[in-house]
């Protein structure tokens, strides 16, 4: 019974040391790269950036962007994959650097989350993985057809296949990742590539060597909705 509540009172030390260790670093970047930012600041240059984009398939998703002056106050909440950021920032291609940069700078004042439990996914997978929405159900610019937030991966880590019914873009930011779409063989997506799963088209994803973020839009009557892999 000691030796495990001393494993136990070891795993939280390390935890807390890890989050200290990613404030420090986060505390570092935004004085060297001027003052922080919050989440809802991020709107505005993300926009633009999907503009920028000028992909079809955005049409709907920038259809049902909101445009209320609401805001809604985050509470900040880190998690370990965090830590990557300043890799990810200097691995940013021109069309999203500044963009990459603000989300770094804005990092502190952001709700950070995971979708999955240790049961779901593993350990590893978690320290590996997390994201943050800015506009939907629980960002800071209230919505309830449209979410958009960025997701974070580590290097060398595979989100298994998984679907739901909201349907989805992703544009790579910074870092390349593979992607999957059913039965369908594995695709390398550069940074700027616009892709687009359907509603309940199973999709997975893989890093390689490189840490990675992402933009995703979710566009449903049902934000609150969960994925779930599938088996």
Known sequence: MIKSSRREFLGVSAAAALVATTRAAWAVGAHAAGES????????????????????????????????????AV?????????LLQGIQAGAPTFSRD???????AAPAMAWRQTYSE?????????????SEIVGTTGPVPSEHIACGFLILGPQTH???HQH?????????????????????????????VIHHASNEPHAMRTG????LGLYLWRSADLRQKAHFVR
């Open 37 to 72: 930012l919050q989440a809802e600041n991020l709107v505005e240059p993300t926009r633009t950036l999907l503009d920028s984009r000028r992909a079809a398939v955005l049409t709907p998703f920038l259809a049902d962007w909101p445009t209320t002056s609401e805001r809604r």
């Open 165 to 193: 019914e909201a349907e989805e873009v992703y544009i790579p930011l910074s870092g390349t990742a593979a992607w999957k779409k059913g039965d369908e063989g594995w695709h390398e997506r550069t940074p700027g590539t």
């Open 159 to 161: 989100y298994p296949l």
């Open 119 to 131: 049961a779901d996914v593993g350990a590893e997978f978690l320290r590996n993985y997390g994201w």
């Open 75 to 83: 509470v900040p909440a880190t998690i370990p994959v965090l830590h």
């Open 209 to 212: 060597a490189s840490a990675f």
């Open 99 to 105: 963009l990459v940069n603000d989300i770094a700078r």
